[in-house]
Structure formats: structure tokens, C-alpha cells
């Protein structure tokens, strides 16, 4: 498991592009049948993925966490960008297809992850978060996701909003989870762009077409720095950065949060006017 410790906004107001990247950016997600897993000091999340090709992966409990297992103090969110597979909670098996997703709450013991074809394998994207309550495991279909239609093409913003888990869709303790499509002729996420002291947020870019990027955003509204971000790179945005980004296409992500509180509209614009 990586580590990343804290970043000052004054630290980050003189960073080089190599020192925004080895801080921020999550380059790989995904590897053949292994189990990735950055650890952030940013409210604790643990951003990582899965991808079951020839065997069953199984959850590790890195020696940092100093727990008995994994999900012993953790609660996990998990959202599928790749072929259909299954998640196994402590005997409970839970199918899903891309963009379907399963949460998975503290004191499970045993996670597995596998995949229907090692053709068309899964690729499961994880999200945790530290729990101070239980809540069961739950899985939900991307045709089951309560959703959001905002944008418009002549700003370059249209785009469909899922909501997995928050208050009005899966329970959790303090994990905040979804994702977002881009329509075409549209590549501006988040737009105005925004900030939240109150929670940290982790992005998975995925869906970018081959020989395409994303041109993320961060920083103060008044000292921002840009990475460019690639297939299946996912970036850690901290309490007080904006986050936003522009694509040569249009894309998708996944975006989750975790903090104070689990209020999706707990935001804080900045004016398009005053970004530097």
C-alpha cells in the first residue's frame, strides 16, 4: 500500500508539475490480478482498485492500519468500470455489471473479488473511509441510481450525475460515493468549480477514449495548478482545493468523498471570474 502524507496550500502554491503528480496523482489503478491501494492522509481515505483476470482477489489488511482486518474500524465503497464480476462480503456474493456498485460495511471480515471472463475482466474501484457505526451491505444497479441532470452543451457542462451512496441512496457512516457522465461535445466537470474545508474528495477518470486526456485542476481559486490525467488515473483532492477538469472528450468519473459530513451539496462555489 502507498502512502501520502498532507500537502499545505502554501506548499502546493510552489510545486513543480512532477511534485503536483507524485502528491496527487494515483497513476495506477488497475493491475492484472492484483489489489492497488494508496493510503491518503486526507481524512484517512484509502483509494485503490481490483482487477480479478486469472484468480480471486481477496482484500489485504495492510500492516499500516494496525487492524485485525481490513474493515475492522473501515467501512468500503466499490464501483465496477470494467466487465461483470462479483464481490464476496463474508459468504455474500454480489454480482454487478459495469457502473453497478456494492458498499461494504465495518466489521466484515472477508472480501473477495472475481471476475465473470478474464477476457472482459472487472474492474473494481475502491473507496474507504474510517467508521464509527455499522451499516449492512447493500449493492445497487446503475438502473436503480438516482440521478441528476445538470449542464449544457453550449457551456460545455452537460452532464448526468449518479448518486450511490449519500443520504438519500446506500447508508454509510461517512462515505460518499458516485459518479459522472459527460455527454458528447461536452468536457467541463464541475464547472463552476467548487471547494469543501468540511471533506476531502478522490476522483477516477475513466471512459477516456484512447489517445484522449483529461486536463485536471486544483489548487486555490486564486493559485491553480493543472496535472493532465489519463485512463484510469485517479487524482486525491484535498479539503481545500478546487476540483474540476476540461478533456480533449468528453469522459466519466467517479468522484467520492468523505469528512465532516456526508451532505452532497455541501459546496462552496468559486466565481468563474475570480479563478487565477
Not at 181 to 188: A, D, K, N, R, V
Not at 231 to 243: E, L
Request: proline share 4%; charged share 20%.
Amino acid at each position: 500500500m502507498d502512502y501520502r502524507f498532507e500537502a499545505s496550500r502554501k506548499e502546493v502554491s510552489t510545486f513543480t508539475n512532477q511534485e503536483l503528480r507524485d502528491n496527487f496523482l494515483i497513476e495506477r489503478i488497475f493491475s492484472a490480478d492484483q489489489i492497488n491501494l494508496t493510503y491518503s492522509i486526507y481524512d484517512r481515505m484509502i483509494i485503490g482498485g481490483a482487477m480479478p483476470v486469472a484468480k480471486t482477489l481477496h482484500l489485504p489488511n495492510p500492516e499500516k492500519l494496525r487492524a485485525t482486518y481490513f474493515l475492522e474500524r473501515r467501512e468500503l465503497g466499490i464501483i465496477n468500470v470494467g466487465g461483470k464480476g462479483t464481490i464476496t462480503a463474508d459468504g455474500v456474493a454480489f454480482s454487478i455489471d459495469k457502473l453497478g456498485a456494492v458498499y461494504v460495511g465495518r466489521g466484515t471480515k472477508e472480501v473477495s473479488f472475481s471476475s465473470d471472463s478474464s477476457e472482459n475482466p472487472a474492474l473494481f474501484y475502491l473507496l474507504s473511509s474510517p467508521a464509527h457505526a455499522n451499516y449492512p451491505c447493500a449493492k445497487l444497479d446503475k438502473e436503480q441510481v438516482q440521478t441528476v441532470v445538470l449542464g449544457t452543451l453550449e457551456t460545455s457542462n452537460h452532464r448526468t450525475i449518479y448518486k450511490y451512496i449519500h443520504n438519500e441512496g446506500i447508508q454509510s457512516c461517512q462515505l460518499v460515493m458516485g459518479l459522472t457522465i459527460l455527454e458528447p461535445g461536452s468536457i467541463w466537470n464541475t464547472m463552476p468549480a467548487h471547494v469543501h474545508d468540511r471533506r476531502m474528495e478522490a476522483y477516477l477518470y475513466f471512459d477516456v477514449t484512447p489517445g484522449h486526456a483529461v486536463l485536471h485542476l486544483m489548487g486555490e481559486t486564486t493559485e491553480t495548478k493543472h496535472m493532465w490525467v489519463h485512463n484510469h488515473q485517479a487524482i486525491i483532492s484535498p479539503p481545500w482545493s478546487i476540483h474540476s477538469g476540461a478533456g480533449t472528450k468528453n469522459y466519466s468519473f467517479i468522484w467520492g468523498m468523505a469528512g465532516e459530513n456526508k451532505d452532497y451539496t455541501d459546496m462552496d462555489f468559486a466565481e468563474i471570474s475570480d479563478l487565477r
